[in-house]
């Protein structure tokens, strides 16, 4: 996660497996979002085929939780703002209040934030 107060919040996914023609991670998908991003969580979502990578859910610094599906995100260039294509919802239930500090799902339910 990158913090910018101007550029708003930055997440970059990479590809860490380290092989012999590549020296360095390769960068997968980039994700620009108009506010900083305050906490993060990745939920392994495997009831649902829907969602085969899960979703990545982020706690924002306006109090907005934005929910993504990392497999829309990685079908993206990866210079390309891939944001708009990834977002599957957003939750202002806290907006206004401060940010999201903390995220949490249950180990049971998965579907349950």
């Not at 994700?31 to 990545?56: A, C, I, M, Q």
């Amino acid at each position: 996660m990158s913090f910018d107060s101007e550029k708003g919040g930055e997440l970059e996914l990479y590809d860490t497996r380290v092989s012999e023609s590549a020296e360095a991670s390769t960068r997968l998908a980039c994700l620009k979002t108009p506010t900083r991003f305050s906490s993060l969580h990745w939920v392994s979502y495997t009831s649902n085929d829907e969602f085969p990578l899960g979703l990545l859910v982020g706690g924002m610094e306006d109090g907005v939780i934005n929910i993504y599906d990392p497999a829309l995100l990685l079908q993206q260039e990866p210079q390309t703002d891939a944001a708009a294509a990834a977002l599957i919802a957003t939750v202002a239930l806290n907006q206004g209040a401060g940010p999201v500090t903390a995220l949490k799902t249950s180990p049971i339910n998965t579907h349950l934030l």
